[in-house]
């Protein structure tokens, strides 16, 4: 199994040397404050990672919201569970 890790973790490495290459003209982003000069390739990895980035933060209310939903769930459930086995203790009567 660590192999297959491995293995993945090369293939990435390559592939990233690989976009690296193809992707190395300079270019030039402007900011209110000035411009920065930098590869093609570095410029695309930082904004991917800016956007994985606001991505979760933008996702941590909704999983908050659910973890709060689950727990109350998972307190119904027991109350429920606990109810039917009172319920099945109780003898039958004709």
């Known amino acids: 199994m660590r192999y297959v890790g491995y293995l993945i973790l ?3 490495l390559a592939a990233g040397l ?3 290459a ?3 003209d300079s270019v030039s982003i402007s900011f209110y404050y000035g ?3 930098t590869q093609l390739s570095l410029a695309l990895v930082f904004a ?7 991505g979760v933060l933008g996702s941590i ?5 659910m973890r709060g939903k ?4 998972q307190k119904s459930i027991k109350m429920m569970e606990k ?3 009172n319920l099945r203790s109780i003898p039958i009567k004709e």
Request: proline residues 0%.
């Open 10 to 12: 090369l293939c990435g």
């Open 18 to 20: 690989f976009f690296a």
């Open 83 to 85: 109810e039917l086995l």
């Open 70 to 73: 689950l727990s109350k769930m």
């Open 35 to 37: 411009t920065l000069e």
């Open 22 to 24: 193809l992707n190395a």
């Open 61 to 65: 209310g909704m999983l908050l919201r």
């Open 48 to 54: 991917t990672m800016i956007g994985v980035i606001v």
